[in-house]
């Protein structure tokens, strides 16, 4: 099922994922375990945690959980809180976003 709106700049196309917003869950937890990964929820994220312009990991309730990546659903406004190591420039960039829901698909 999708939805569409048309406006002066763009189309937007709104998706419903079969099963409910879960499933893309429960397919990016199995697809990252199967990769040696440790998915991580439940724990509200303090820091992203950078060296040399990339991600080592996040501080999460007070524990350091080691990685390469970070998939993130904040909304834009807080990604300057949560990575305080990008430069101001970067920053910037992040904070002129306007706080817009958005959706991501995967597929294989």
């Not at 917003?21 to 991580?40: D, M, N, Y």
């Not at 960039?93 to 698909?105: E, F, P, V």
Request: glycine share 10%.
């Amino acid at each position: 099922m999708s939805a569409r709106r048309a406006s002066r700049c763009c189309k937007e196309e709104l998706g419903y994922i079969e099963g409910g917003s879960q499933t893309l869950v429960h397919a990016l937890t199995k697809a990252i375990s199967e990769q040696g990964g440790r998915p991580a929820s439940h724990a509200a994220v303090n820091r992203v945690e950078t060296n040399n312009k990339r991600v080592i990991g996040v501080m999460a309730a007070g524990e350091f959980f080691p990685g390469d990546a970070v998939i993130s659903t904040v909304p834009t406004p807080y990604v300057g809180k949560l990575v305080p190591d990008l430069s101001g420039e970067e920053r910037a960039r992040y904070d002129a976003i306007a706080n817009t829901a958005w959706c991501a698909s995967c597929s294989g």
